[in-house]
């Protein structure tokens, strides 16, 4: 049984660039939330999505977006990149209802120069 | 809004000794889940333990035990026969129905041969 992925690994980029960073949930799973780690901090909430739909949002900017397919898999789009985006992002899978239980991706190591 | 306060930024123990973490929240919900997650170098976010706030009973996995206080709002992990292993940053983490976790700033264990 795969737990979360997460690709890309690693990716560098310019300020004012937009990224796309994508996410696949555990098998049963239908729910994907999306953490950004700073460096020696603990995650932060972005947003969560359910059926196809965000369901919740943290205190980011619109500048962050997403997206969920019919397969449950998620994209998160970072537009017009800042230096403070620089940051390990999370994907976390739930089971419908169990949203407190989470399974964590690897992460996707984002940095921006 | 739910708080997550870890107060021991690094940490070291001696293999095969014992070592507690330290955790303490704000809430005023009664009924929530509280856990530890460990996330070594290799990024990996993996849960240790969970705890549900409605079970006087504290959690236990194998050489991981939590110490929940649940009046005082402290949720603290003991680490038993401590192994090179467990090197890893340690974080303390808030949920409850289908709202995103809450997470501490974390502890950065080091498991000393």
């Known amino acids: 049984d795969a737990g979360v992925t997460q690709s890309p690994t690693h990716l560098i980029k310019t300020r004012g660039q937009q990224v796309t960073l994508r996410c696949s949930p555990k098998?049963?799973?239908?729910?994907v939330s999306w953490y950004q780690q700073a460096l020696g901090q603990g995650p932060q909430f972005i947003f969560q999505?359910?059926?196809?739909?965000?369901?919740q949002r943290g205190n980011f900017p619109d500048r962050f977006s997403g997206h969920q397919f019919p397969n449950y898999s998620s994209e998160l789009n970072v537009n017009a990149l800042l230096l403070g985006d620089s940051a390990l992002y999370l994907c976390?899978?739930?089971?419908?209802?169990?949203?407190?239980?989470?399974?964590f991706g690897p992460g996707t190591r984002l940095t921006v120069t | 809004a739910q708080t997550v306060t870890q107060s021991q930024p690094e940490m070291s123990v001696q293999e095969a000794e014992t070592v507690t973490l330290s955790c303490t929240y704000d809430?005023?919900?009664?009924?929530?889940?509280l856990f530890w997650y460990k996330q070594p170098p290799s990024r990996q976010m993996i849960l240790v333990i969970r705890?549900?706030?409605?079970?006087?009973q504290n959690a236990t996995e194998n050489r991981f035990s939590v110490n929940f206080q649940k009046a005082a709002k402290s949720f603290s992990l003991k680490i038993s026969d401590s192994q090179l292993g467990d090197t890893a940053m340690y974080f303390c983490?808030?949920?409850?129905?289908?709202?995103?976790?809450?997470f501490g700033k974390g502890t950065r264990l080091s498991v000393i041969a």
């Open positions: 976390a899978s739930s089971p419908a209802g169990v949203t407190y239980e989470q399974y």
């Open positions: 098998s049963g799973h239908d729910t």
């Open positions: 999505y359910y059926e196809e739909e965000e369901r």
């Open positions: 809430t005023s919900e009664n009924n929530y889940y």
């Open positions: 705890q549900e706030a409605y079970k006087q």
């Open positions: 983490a808030f949920g409850r129905g289908n709202t995103p976790l809450v």
